[in-house]
């Protein structure tokens, strides 16, 4: 099945910094999502990114099919943005996720 | 966003009991929701997907007669762990398509049920 590895496993930032977070997948997908999980354990819908770029606020990413990655980009950190970051991807029409391996990010004040 | 919502958020039985989590789509009609699990300081493993009105489709090593799914509307499916053991703690989630009008393939998720078995 398909692959997906995510980097950096761990982030430390201190609030205000920015940051790039990666996810590298083996296979063509059709659906690639960016997902925040705040420490209650609910994950947050961050994009919705197959292809392209898009930007929400401070957020932004960009995903690179035909070369097998994406990446995210925070802008300005906050300590609310602390959390685990995963980044998930399907190859098969509106079907499952393979979730990463996920970013462990800490903003420090 | 679509809402997808999960109860009980919290959950701790004894061992050798069951416990039932659902998983509700509020405004939207999901005739496929997926089952998660996640173990502490690990990633989201897919558990099955469950389909509206026939059999669930479980993952390799996951145990269909451990976790009945049933997914009896187009609106809720449920998760039942049953005789539940301490290794089976885990945060639980489910998750859905909009689908249909929305037309996109975005997932959205539940908030999540954490069970605990003493």
């Known amino acids: 099945g398909i692959q997906v590895e995510q980097s950096p496993p761990d982030l430390i930032l201190q609030e205000g910094a920015n940051s790039t977070l990666r996810c590298n997948f083996s296979?063509?997908?059709?659906?690639l999502q960016w997902f925040h999980q705040n420490p209650w354990g609910q994950l947050i819908n961050l994009f919705y990114?197959?292809?392209g770029t898009k930007q929400n606020g401070r957020l932004s990413a960009t995903t690179v099919a035909t070369e097998r990655y994406s990446l995210l980009y925070i802008s300005s950190s906050q300590t609310t943005d602390s959390g685990v970051y995963f980044c998930?991807?399907?190859?098969?029409?509106?079907?499952?996720?393979?979730f990463g391996t996920g970013t462990r990010l800490l903003v420090s004040p | 966003g679509a809402v997808v919502s999960q109860h009980p958020s919290w959950v701790i039985c004894k061992s050798g009991t069951s416990v039932k989590i659902e998983c509700r789509s509020l405004?939207?009609?999901?005739?496929?929701m997926f089952w998660y699990r996640q173990f502490p300081k690990q990633s989201l493993m897919l558990m099955a997907t469950?389909?509206?009105?026939?059999?669930?489709?479980?993952e390799q090593g996951v145990e269909k007669d451990k976790f009945l799914i049933n997914h009896a509307s187009l609106t809720l499916s449920t998760l039942t762990v049953t005789s539940a053991h301490p290794e089976d703690s885990s945060f639980y989630i489910c998750?859905?398509?909009?689908?249909?009008?929305?037309?996109?393939?975005?997932?959205?998720f539940g908030e999540g049920s954490r069970l605990t078995v003493l």
């Open positions: 998930a991807v399907g190859d098969t029409g509106f079907q499952k996720l393979v």
């Open positions: 405004d939207f009609q999901a005739t496929t």
């Open positions: 296979d063509s997908v059709n659906n």
């Open positions: 990114i197959p292809s």
């Open positions: 469950s389909n509206e009105g026939s059999k669930a489709t479980y």
């Open positions: 998750s859905a398509h909009a689908g249909g009008a929305r037309g996109t393939g975005e997932l959205f």
